[in-house]
């Protein structure tokens, strides 16, 4: 269960406060951080989809799918942590993890406690700090993973609703 209340950050989850898809995002990371992110998926055994360009392939080692030309195909890693939960994460540079979420499919206590145990998993592998920011507002997370106390916190004034 999250240290989070949904009433208590349910406008974070707003789609038409936050936009829906928002940013998630691992700051200061490392193509070993990345492969720990696949290992933690793989060990998790969270049902995931490797594709580039839309053609699915079996995962890769982070080293390879970021040591691709800048102008490959898109490639992609889907991850469910649970089944009403989809990330999406893009590889599109070593020194930041990013992935999306669909604020559409977290709404609710049940489902933020999910989500938070995924942002919580992700940031204890890393030991490193995992944010949240509304979609086009790259900069101004509203809630993250707090590496000093090991938990999802929120890092922004609620919006009123």
């Known amino acids: 269960m999250s240290e989070l209340l949904w009433d208590d950050v349910k406008c974070f989850f707003d789609p038409g406060l936050m936009g829906p898809l928002p940013d998630v995002r691992v700051p ?4 070993g951080d990345w492969q720990a992110v696949l290992d933690l998926v793989s060990a998790r055994g969270w049902r995931c989809r490797y594709s580039e360009g839309g053609a699915v ?4 080692r982070a080293e390879a ?3 691709r030309p800048a102008d490959a195909e898109c490639a992609e890693l889907r991850v469910w942590p649970a089944a009403e939960l989809l990330a999406v994460f893009r590889f599109y540079a070593p020194e930041e993890i990013t992935f999306d979420v ?3 499919e ?3 206590q049940e489902r933020l406690d999910v989500f ?3 942002v919580q998993a992700i940031g204890l592998e890393l ?3 995992v944010l949240m920011d509304p979609e086009g507002g790259y900069g101004h997370p ?6 000093a106390t090991g938990q999802v916190a929120v890092l922004a004034e609620p919006v009123p609703t």
Do not use: I, N
């Not at 200061?28 to 193509?31: E, L």
């Not at 392939?57 to 890769?60: F, G, I, N, R």
């Not at 509203?142 to 590496?147: E, I, K, S, T």
């Open 106 to 108: 977290l709404q609710g």
């Open 102 to 104: 669909d604020l559409r």
């Open 116 to 118: 938070c145990g995924f």
């Open 142 to 147: 509203v809630l993250g993973f707090d590496v």
């Open 127 to 129: 030991g490193k700090p």
């Open 28 to 31: 200061g990371a490392s193509v």
């Open 57 to 60: 392939m079996p995962v890769p």
């Open 65 to 67: 799918v970021l040591a």
